[in-house]
């Protein structure tokens, strides 16, 4: 099958001033919500895009574990590659697509690390395995195989006993505060619903952009 074949046409949805909230939190929780819906194991799917240290943009999935009026939080080792690069530049795009919805909402933003005691509170209350897979690992540093990264996992929860490891002091979460979010709508013809909220002095400015 050639790639330049594949056609679809969108018509689940439209984004228009009646289905539009004023506060874009708003808008995207019930996106979300309605994400959950149509696939609950994928829905907190996010791209995380950060200025590599190396000069390129870098793109990577990672999992939304919340968020509320002040943004958005997800949790990653920060000695990572995109811990040494929001270290560098807190400037953050956060990338969603849910496709069964025929939808996508882009946000930019800027990160900040969350609190130890938010940060410490999530790692205990992910499964143990996760725990001690966070704890052995130096992730984004070259390992030599895949058999030293079991071994240190064996290691840690022998070790342990069947406890749990501290939250390691280089992980934890990040909070990133919206500035701007772009909420797409798939629709017929190739005339897609794009909706920007900006943020303003004191409201989120709305426009519409051509597709």
């Known amino acids: 099958m050639k790639l330049e074949s594949i056609r679809r046409e969108y018509k689940k949805a439209e984004l228009s001033k009646q289905n539009l909230e004023k506060?874009?939190?708003?808008?995207?929780?019930?996106?979300?919500?309605?994400?959950?819906?149509?696939?609950?194991?994928?829905?907190?799917?996010?791209?995380?895009?950060?200025?590599?240290?190396?000069?390129?943009?870098?793109?990577?999935?990672?999992?939304?574990?919340?968020?509320?009026?002040?943004?958005?939080?997800?949790?990653?080792?920060?000695?990572?590659?995109?811990?040494?690069?929001?270290?560098?530049?807190?400037?953050?795009?956060?990338?969603?697509?849910?496709?069964?919805?025929?939808?996508?909402?882009?946000?930019?933003?800027?990160?900040?690390?969350?609190s130890r005691e938010s940060s410490s509170s999530y790692f205990h209350s992910r499964p143990l395995k996760s725990q001690l897979a966070a704890a052995i690992s130096d992730q984004s540093a070259e390992i030599p195989n895949r058999k030293y990264l079991l071994e240190q996992f064996e290691s840690l929860r022998a070790k342990l006993e069947g406890a749990e490891p501290d939250c390691p002091p280089h992980w934890g979460g990040y909070l990133v505060r919206p500035v701007k979010f772009e909420f797409w709508q798939g629709r017929e013809s190739r005339l897609h619903d794009r909706i920007v909220f900006e943020k303003g002095n004191k409201d989120w400015v709305i426009k519409r952009l051509a597709p």
């Open 23 to 114: 506060n874009p939190f708003e808008l995207f929780s019930r996106w979300m919500q309605e994400a959950l819906i149509s696939n609950p194991d994928e829905a907190n799917s996010v791209s995380v895009i950060t200025h590599g240290i190396d000069g390129f943009p870098q793109s990577r999935v990672v999992l939304l574990k919340s968020y509320n009026a002040d943004g958005f939080i997800f949790y990653t080792n920060y000695n990572s590659q995109k811990g040494k690069a929001l270290e560098l530049d807190p400037r953050v795009g956060l990338h969603f697509f849910w496709p069964e919805l025929e939808r996508q909402v882009r946000i930019s933003g800027h990160a900040e690390k969350t």
